[in-house]
C-alpha cells in the first residue's frame, strides 16, 4: 500500500511516495516539491515602508510617524501560507489516490495547516510529527516516522 510523506514549512513544500509493494525495503519517491516566494525573506524586503522610510523619528527635533502599522501582518502570511498548503495536500491525496499519509512540520505551522484541512484529508493523515523535515534528505525521512 503506497502512503504519502507530506513535510511543510513556510517557504518549502515536499511531498514524497512511499512504496511498501516491493519486497525488500521500502521505496520513497519525491512526488512533488516547491519552494514560496512568501516564506523567504524578511518581511521588510516585501512591505515598502515608503511613508516613514525618511521622516524624522521621534525625539525632541522630531515626531513619531505611524502610519498604519501592521501589526499582525506576519501571522496574517503565515495563515495564508497554511490555507494554500492545505489546499495544496489535498490535491495531491486526491491526486494520488492515498488513503493513509504521514505529515511533519514545525510546531506553529503544524497547527494551521492541520487546522486548515478538509475533514476527510485530516482523517486519512497516520501519522504526524513537529517537526521541519523540508531539507531532510530522502534517505533519512523514514527514520522520523519510526
Known amino acids: 500500500m503506497d502512503k504519502l510523506i507530506i513535510a511543510v514549512d513556510l517557504g518549502h513544500f515536499r511531498a514524497y511516495k512511499l512504496s511498501t509493494d516491493s519486497p525488500g525495503s521500502p521505496k520513497i519517491n519525491l512526488v512533488e516539491s516547491y519552494d ?4 523567504h525573506g524578511r518581511l521588510g524586503e516585501k512591505l515598502s515602508d515608503e511613508a516613514g522610510r525618511f521622516g524624522m523619528g521621534g525625539g525632541k527635533s522630531g515626531a513619531a510617524k505611524g502610519y498604519g502599522e501592521p501589526h499582525n501582518i506576519e501571522l496574517e502570511s503565515e495563515k495564508k501560507a497554511a490555507k494554500l498548503i492545505a489546499r495544496d495536500i489535498a490535491a495531491i491525496i486526491e491526486r494520488e489516490k492515498i488513503k493513509k499519509w504521514w505529515f511533519a512540520a514545525a510546531n506553529k505551522m503544524n497547527s494551521l495547516v492541520i487546522e486548515n484541512l478538509d475533514p476527510d484529508i485530516r482523517s486519512r493523515m497516520d501519522k504526524n510529527i513537529n517537526s521541519n523535515l523540508t531539507n ?3 534517505s533519512a525521512i523514514l527514520k522520523h516516522f519510526e
Do not use: A, N, P, R
Not at 514560496?36 to 516564506?39: P, Q, T, Y
Open 36 to 39: 514560496s516566494v512568501e516564506g
Open 136 to 138: 531532510t534528505k530522502k
